[in-house]
């Protein structure tokens, strides 16, 4: 089918979303058919749907009730691609009027999510009546909220009667001793709590807030910041921890902290993790716990695909000029998301045909490995509507796949900055080029349509390996298709991971 | 006897909810308060309600026009570290 064309163009950044999917070999193994259903449309909590369906935050939500020292409330830059970011304030009857315009524009918009700037539980009057009018207006498009759970318990009959099917809980720590390293305060209680008892009642309050949404049987998610020092180590305990109380799927992030936002770890030093650190992490939890890999860490006011933020295109001045038919817009959505669902049925039934064709013969020819089958690699991909299919200089981000004899998987996202955006930009090409070959460096490969003479050479010497020769084909077959070629060509002795990963 | 919000403010809205005197009017460019409305939450709370919930320092004053949330109580950013990084910033 054709699905309509969403512009990939450099917008005024690069956004994302607070949401993870990996709906294929890793993620979404441990989940039930019920579940799969359930976020198979949901591009924040389905690998495989952050192809294909976009969602929206609107940014009603400005009151928040903690402090985190990853968050500058005076913040807000257009330029700028972080949590707790907007431009624009919004009304409720402000947000429900975008979040149609929204729709009819892309009718790939499947989910309204709430996601601050401040915590939409912070601002229950203004949240719960945006909910309560796209419920009446909207009943195709899911309803969602991000929280860092303070308030959950206090809401949670409020949540459940709006009928909203997914909540993401922010949960950095399920020890104060930890907690009073990220948070320095919060309002509880008419007072203002500072140290290890503010982190201890926040702790207690998600903790609490957790399990009385599974009880509901609403679907959680819960998001984690990544921050060397602090909780690198204690986010396994977290990821266990949560998934004993039933959330279904675990979203570890990387710090983001440059001295310019100024945050308390900005200002004061604090490193982010490495790529392979925050890879590495999510891998160790991987084993207990169904990991998102696909999140972007959006703007509160984000709009479009994940990786992509058109929230400039529906400012609004904008909307208010444009001129809707919202019956019509939600046949447009139906038909497509039938047709998405369908194409994504036919996928996997080829998936598991290749499968259930490839696997025994393995087990029977090569019982004991005696060969290595070929160690992983890790591919950079150009990627949009999961095929291929972006030129290596105007990509904004790449997906990152593990290619390995059991299949490819996605492991991660890169950012960068498109470098080649036009002649004005020209000057800094460089040292952009060198910060995206920097930001791939773990990754032997890159897969993308096309590429220039110039960063063909300079990611062959920084030993990334450039492929243009799979565009348009689906990214798992690309990447094995290469996968295969490495291996024919012995390229993957199992002694040299040791060397790239190094 | 009242507390007053200056140009700091980020109109965060978190405050006005919390004022048992409705003494917060949204204002642009930043929220106001009603110095006939603030009792400084005296009688009702123990402490001033916005005073306890605003994450900006410096934003709120009381009568003598002392910062009741004074640099680095609410960041925990050592005052003078954020200037230093500022003006490295500028620097470059």
């Known amino acids: ?502 | 006897m009242a507390l007053e919000i200056i140009e700091s403010c980020v109109n965060c809205w978190a405050c006005l909810p919390l004022c048992p005197n409705q003494a917060i009017i949204q204002a642009e460019p930043h929220f106001l308060i009603d110095a006939g409305k603030c009792t400084e939450c005296i009688g009702e709370f123990r402490d001033a309600q916005c005073v306890s919930i605003c994450p900006i320092e410096g934003a709120i004053l009381d009568e003598l026009g002392e910062a009741l949330n004074p640099p680095g109580s609410l960041t925990g950013i050592p005052p003078g570290r954020w200037a230093a990084v500022r003006a490295e910033i500028a620097a470059r």
């Open chain 1, 1 to 502: 089918m054709d699905l309509p064309v969403i512009d990939s163009s450099p917008t005024a950044s690069g956004g994302c979303a607070a949401g993870s999917c990996g709906a294929k070999s890793g993620q979404m193994d441990g989940l039930t058919d019920a579940i799969r259903a359930r976020v198979a449309d949901h591009p924040c909590y389905s690998e495989d749907a952050h192809h294909y369906f976009a969602r929206m935050h609107v940014a009603v939500a400005p009151a928040c009730n903690i402090q985190c020292h990853y968050c500058n409330r005076k913040y807000d830059c257009a330029n700028e691609s972080r949590p707790g970011v907007v431009s624009e304030l919004l009304s409720p009857d402000q947000a429900v009027r975008k979040t149609l315009a929204v729709a009819a524009a892309i009718p790939q918009m499947s989910v309204l999510g709430i996601a601050g700037p401040g915590d939409p539980l912070a601002n229950p009057e203004r949240t719960f009546e945006t909910f309560r009018q796209l419920a009446l207006k909207a009943p195709d498009i899911k309803l969602c909220l991000s929280t860092n759970g303070l308030m959950l318990p206090a809401h949670i009959d409020e949540l459940a009667k709006h009928n909203i099917d997914h909540v993401t809980i922010t949960i950095n720590c399920v020890d104060a001793d930890v907690g009073a390293q990220i948070y320095p305060w919060i309002f509880w209680q008419n007072k203002r709590i500072h140290g290890r008892e503010a982190a201890a009642i926040l702790i207690w309050q998600q903790q609490k807030g957790l399990e009385m949404l599974v009880a509901r049987g609403i679907l959680v998610k819960v998001n984690s910041v990544l921050i060397p020092g602090v909780n690198d180590r204690h986010l396994r305990e977290v990821s266990k921890t949560v998934k004993a109380k039933g959330a279904f799927l675990h979203n570890v992030m990387p710090l983001i902290a440059e001295p310019g936002h100024g945050t308390f770890y900005g200002v004061m030093g604090q490193r982010s993790p490495t790529p392979a650190e925050l890879k590495a992490l999510q891998d160790d939890c991987a084993g207990d716990m169904n990991m998102m890999r696909h999140c972007r860490q959006c703007r509160a006011d984000a709009v479009g695909l994940l990786g992509e933020d058109r929230g400039a295109e529906f400012s609004l001045d904008k909307i208010e000029a444009m001129e809707i038919d919202y019956e019509a817009a939600m046949a447009v959505r139906a038909e497509l998301r039938a047709q998405v669902s369908a194409d994504l049925a036919a996928k996997r039934a080829k998936e598991e045909a290749q499968r259930a064709a490839v696997v025994p013969q393995l087990i029977e020819f090569q019982p004991r490995a005696e060969k290595p089958a070929g160690r992983p690699v890790l591919m950079a991909v150009a990627a949009k509507g999961g095929v291929v299919a972006s030129h290596f200089g105007h990509s904004r981000e790449f997906l990152v796949y593990e290619a390995s004899s059991t299949g490819a998987r996605l492991v991660g996202h890169r950012k960068a900055d498109a470098y080649c955006s036009g002649e004005e930009n020209c000057i800094d090409g460089d040292s952009l080029l060198g910060r995206t070959i920097k930001a791939l460096e773990d990754c032997e490969v890159v897969l993308c349509a096309r590429i220039g003479i110039e960063p063909w050479g300079r990611l062959a010497a920084a030993g990334i390996q450039p492929n243009g020769e799979h565009a348009m084909e689906p990214i798992e077959e690309a990447a094995m298709a290469v996968w295969h070629e490495m291996l024919a060509a012995g390229k993957l002795a199992p002694e040299k991971t040791e060397a790239k990963r190094a």
